[in-house]
């Protein structure tokens, strides 16, 4: 056996020592962002069903993930989502019960949907925040146009009601060294944020180990 190999274990176990000791102090929202890529390798999809099972060990109660799709043409970006959320429906069938999930396609529809009682995870496949941000805000103009909603109701509140995820994230995970998205833009604006350099297949419970322990580490502001 060599160094490394006898040096993970320990550290894993070491990490969770530490979370546990401030476990009201961890994430109960967190997002992850990947690429197509990252879903269409074998390797990467196991992954994600790995990283969702320690998630919920640690308490997380919901995940949000979005899948950058890069293709432009709209047609080859829907079908690389439908191929996708074949691919999500089968690992997610995996899960244990309790876990409940909803897929969003590129237009935001719900393409598929479960139900859950105590973790819940959102996929959305290619529907980016600026996307969700704009729909919202023609529904409310629609609604206000048709008189079912005076000019004056409208506040943060109802806009919130009409976006893809109601619930504000904690923390925000990038892998692969890239960049953020625009996924949760209106909910993620007090969220913490953590890039790591590790590819997404690369990703071992270690990393989210730190991950979680980083997080318990800062003192969140909140914009103040």
């Known amino acids: 056996m060599d160094l490394l190999s ?11 020592w530490q979370i546990a000791r401030e476990f009201s102090n961890t994430p109960r929202h967190v997002a992850i962002i990947l690429k197509e890529t990252d879903l269409f390798d074998p390797e990467g999809m196991e992954r994600l069903i790995s990283v969702l099972s320690i998630f919920r060990k640690f308490r997380v109660e919901v995940v949000s993930i979005y899948v950058d799709i890069l293709k432009t043409d709209l047609a080859l970006k829907a079908e ?4 996708l959320k074949a691919r999500l429906e089968k690992s997610f069938s995996n899960l244990p019960s ?10 935001g529809e719900v ?6 009682k105590d973790f819940l995870i959102y996929v959305s496949l290619g529907f980016g925040g600026r996307d969700e941000i704009m729909r ?3 529904t409310i103009l629609a609604e206000v146009k048709a008189g079912t909603v005076r000019p004056e109701e409208v506040d943060e509140k109802m806009l919130e009601s009409y976006l893809l995820v109601n619930h504000e ?3 925000m995970i990038r892998s692969g060294g890239q960049n953020l998205s625009d996924f949760l ?3 993620s604006v007090y969220s913490e944020l953590y890039f790591t350099d590790v590819n997404w297949k690369d990703v071992r419970k270690v990393d989210l180990l730190r991950v979680m322990r980083d997080f318990q580490k800062r003192k969140r502001r ?3």
């Open 80 to 83: 690389i989502a439908s191929t």
């Open 185 to 187: 833009v209106w909910q």
């Open 6 to 16: 006898f040096a993970y274990p320990v550290y894993e176990r070491f990490l969770t």
């Open 169 to 171: 994230p904690d923390i």
């Open 98 to 107: 309790g876990t409940g999930y909803r897929i969003y396609g590129v237009d």
């Open 222 to 224: 909140y914009g103040r």
């Open 136 to 138: 919202a805000v023609l």
């Open 111 to 116: 393409n598929s949907t479960a139900p859950g």
